[in-house]
């Protein structure tokens, strides 16, 4: 008896996932809870045993294919072919390609491709989708619109896979859906042991964070949801991309303790060993490039949270006390917020706040 596997709901509203990498491939005999599959979610990388043992009779969907929950991935065991009738279920009914618009179904389609269809006017509930999974395409847009793509440019060409497409589709959505302002202000470093640098700015931004509560929320419709916990977002560079970590109860913990969980989830995350739950609940980001760190960058909001705090390069400058031109280790501190939610003073204060914190030493 053939057993198809559908690509279950792994929680947190997600609705898709990626087929990072398959760890069968068909004719492969399979025992039940054997590594089957790798799925790329827009949280981390997820392994799936499977369900059933037998022969892998058909994988439905390549590496690299974005679907639906409820896909059929593969079928194990059975007899014979897979019949046409498996192969249609490989895609749920609501997310099939439609003749004709309809209200039955969200349209899948990603921000880019919205964006494009919004700018040359076309209506994506009117397209026949041939991407993988029902997906409507940049090029059924522009066919749609008479609108010529442009050619394609020289060089190697690598499909926007995993990680990278996560971070590339996350951060479009960002950029284009929230109204974002940026506020700088120097801090003076002379009293921070800058060894400790980041540990002592999740504290210090905690800290203020209970002053600023609106600054540790997120926008639910038309309503703000104020959250009780200050569970902050590290941005962590990896080769396959940027993700961003958790670091629990940061009022809390000392900056020691703050230091080794930072340590330890910075090197699970370039050994690309993080867990689901490593990855989900942050309600405020702050991210620092270290020696890579620039004068000044204006970081992107990790949505739906409504506020990243930027730490810049430390350098040495001139800078004016009592009167008198002297040199200080001196590094621009950023607040990149939603101004839906929060007011420009607000946010000019919350950083104020963070950065005396920081100059006093006393944390």
Known sequence: MAYEFKLPDLGEGLTEGEVARWLVAEGDEIAEDQPLVEIQTDKTTVEIPSPAEGIVTKILVADGEVVPVGTVLVVIGGDGPVSAATVERAAPPAMAP????????????????????????????????????????????????????????????????????????????????????????????????????????????????????????????????????????????????????????????????????????????????????????????VTSAGKLAGFLVTPLINSPEVGILGVHRVSQRAVVRDGEVVVRPVANISITFDHRVVDGARAAAFTLSVIGRLESGTI
């Open 98 to 285: 439609a003749a004709a618009p309809g209200p039955a179904g969200r349209v899948q389609a990603t921000p880019l491709v919205r964006r494009i269809a919004a700018e040359l006017g076309v209506d994506l509930a009117s397209l026949t989708a041939t991407g993988p999974g029902g997906r409507v395409t940049e090029d059924d847009v522009r066919g749609a619109a008479g609108a010529t793509k442009a050619p394609a440019a020289e060089g190697r060409r690598e499909k926007l896979r995993g990680v990278r497409r996560q971070v590339a589709e996350h951060l479009t959505r960002a950029h284009h859906e929230i109204p974002a302002v940026t506020f700088v202000e120097e801090c003076d470093c002379s009293h921070l042991e800058l060894a400790l640098l980041l540990p002592t700015v999740l504290r210090a931004t905690a800290l203020s964070l209970i002053e600023f509560p609106e600054l540790n929320a997120r926008l639910d419709g038309d309503e703000i949801v104020y959250l009780d916990r200050y569970d902050l977002g590290i941005a962590v560079q990896t080769e396959q991309g940027l993700v961003v970590p958790v670091v629990r109860g940061c009022d809390a913990r000392s900056i020691d303790e703050l230091r080794t969980e930072i340590d330890s989830l910075a090197e699970r995350a370039r050994a690309g060993t993080l867990e689901r739950g490593d990855l989900q609940g942050s309600t405020f980001t």
